[in-house]
């Protein structure tokens, strides 16, 4: 059942990649409507060698859709109809001269209703492409600003929870309500190391000790 349900999702993008019979194997599982979609596209995709191609068309789509929020407001209408959405579609796609898979992407898309569906499509392709070369993004909330020494012994920490062949995409940001320590986000963990936790915990602990 759920095989014959991917094929079906990708049969919409090229005839050539459900000829294939089986779908290739994302790097990565990612969940949802948008996920089906991006998993059968980068399947396509990587049939055809197209990654790079169909990531950089994808790309240059997200930025035209966050420049202009009045197509975007469009596509996600749902009192829209099919065709015209469709049309508009195929008519963008035309002009930036895209490639057959991701004309077919959002033809699908929205011959099944689910344009309001596409910035997440596009986000879980980035997660996918990601996982392809191997980056694991990592998020690190602290207190204060980092100086350079803790920053770079930060960074030697985290390299060693990575398997051969990844590597780190390491973004930080400061939220003064931690009030001390940090909070890792890397890749499916997440770590609570905050002054702010701490304190929490220890208030919880003597309120239902009183």
Request: glycine share 6%; charged share 25%.
């Amino acid at each position: 059942m759920a095989t014959s349900r991917w094929n079906l999702v990708a049969r919409h993008f090229c005839s050539s990649a459900a000829r294939g019979g089986k779908l290739v194997q994302a790097p990565l599982q990612v969940y949802g409507v948008e996920g089906r979609y991006a998993s059968a596209l980068y399947s396509a995709a990587t049939k055809q060698s197209k990654l790079e191609t169909v990531e950089k068309e994808l790309s240059s789509l997200q930025s035209e859709l966050q420049k202009n929020q009045q197509l975007l407001e469009f596509l996600s209408d749902p009192s829209q109809k099919k065709f015209q959405k469709k049309a508009a579609v195929e008519s963008l796609m035309k002009k930036k001269n895209f490639s057959n898979l991701t004309v077919n992407l959002f033809v699908a898309l929205a011959e099944n209703g689910r344009m309001k569906k596409t910035m997440q499509v596009i986000s879980s392709f980035n997660k996918l492409m990601s996982a392809h070369r191997g980056e694991v993004s990592c998020t690190v909330i602290t207190a204060k600003p980092l100086d350079e020494a803790t920053l770079k012994e930060l960074k030697t920490a985290l390299q060693g929870f990575l398997k051969k062949g990844e590597s780190l995409q390491l973004q930080t940001s400061v939220d003064p309500t931690l009030i001390g320590g940090m909070t890792v986000a890397l890749g499916d963990k997440f770590v609570d190391m905050s002054m702010r936790t701490k304190i929490k915990t220890y208030t919880d602990l003597i309120k239902a000790a009183v």
